[in-house]
């Protein structure tokens, strides 16, 4: 038994795929430092396919995160590899039933993910990019909340929720009409396993009112998706923008959530407006709602979009 420690241009078989551990390009003259990002539940490592060539990223989860539930979503995605958004279910999830040699010599690689590796930036890092945010039109949000819709309304008809639905987790190609969904190791589909811990998504995101379930249910990305809708849709506005804290990651910060008459609720609303006048009835019921089932669904949310900008 080994722990997992690699180096850049490491050699390691995952799979099927003969693996070579990337050096970190901050780190250039320590040419032993692999390219790892650490999030809240997982070490992301990028690696590349020595026979292809291919970049690729390995998502190893931390002990408190590791469960069969992350085996059976990437199951299940395999049946689903051409839903629009799902590009990164493409993956092989590195099991004691299938590698056991594998996870015999390095047990940390338990349930570890290997996926593509996907560049771009995301819905968040727009939104703290002053340029990048004084560029973004009102075409652009309307091409961007359009797509990101669809790609919601078919999750939920696979009967699918992301749960952790949020600015950080949407990647965004350059011309704004497609989306990526990251993070999908926690998704909710139906009949297989819980995961270890529920998601109760991202602060600026949540519902006030969740149980233990969290956001893990059919309906868990509605409330987070018509605050992310309305970002979209009224983000092109600099009355919208100046009101916002500087650097701030979210349009609404947790505690305004479900407030009524405030003033940047007024602002938004009034903004929501202006682009799409039939949006704004979808905003109003997910925000004075009691639970995530008194959100409109994410059909409402593509029709109502698709019958104002197509």
Known sequence: MSEFCPFAGMLLQLGPVLCQFMPHPLFLEDQNEAFVVEGGESLLYQVRDVRSGVLCALKVMKPAYQCEHIAAVADALTRCRDVPGLYLGRRICLSKLFYP????????LEYAV???????????????????????????????????????????????????????????????????????????????????????????????????????????????????????????????RAQTPDEAETLFQPQELQVMKTPRWHIIRDTLWTICPDALPLFDQAWISRNLAE???????????IAAFK
């Open 295 to 305: 959100c409109p669904d994410m059909a409402t949310w593509a029709m109502c979009l």
């Open 101 to 108: 040699e594998l996870i015999a010599e390095y047990p940390a």
């Open 114 to 240: 290997l996926m593509p590796w996907i560049d771009g930036q995301t819905w968040a890092g727009l939104m703290c990019d002053p340029a990048a945010s004084a560029r973004y039109t009102a075409d652009h949000a309307r091409t961007l909340a359009l797509a990101t819709a669809q790609v919601l309304w078919e999750l939920e008809t696979h009967h699918f929720a992301h749960t952790d639905i949020a600015g950080g987790n949407i990647i965004l190609s350059p011309d704004y009409r497609q989306v990526q969904l990251l993070d999908i190791e926690g998704m909710y589909i139906a009949g297989i396993p819980a995961p270890k811990k529920y998601s109760l998504g991202t602060p600026g995101y949540q519902h006030r009112c969740l149980d233990k379930r969290g956001q893990w249910r059919p309906e868990g990305d509605r409330f987070a998706a018509a605050i992310l809708l309305t970002e979209m849709l009224t983000w092109w506005e600099p009355y919208v």
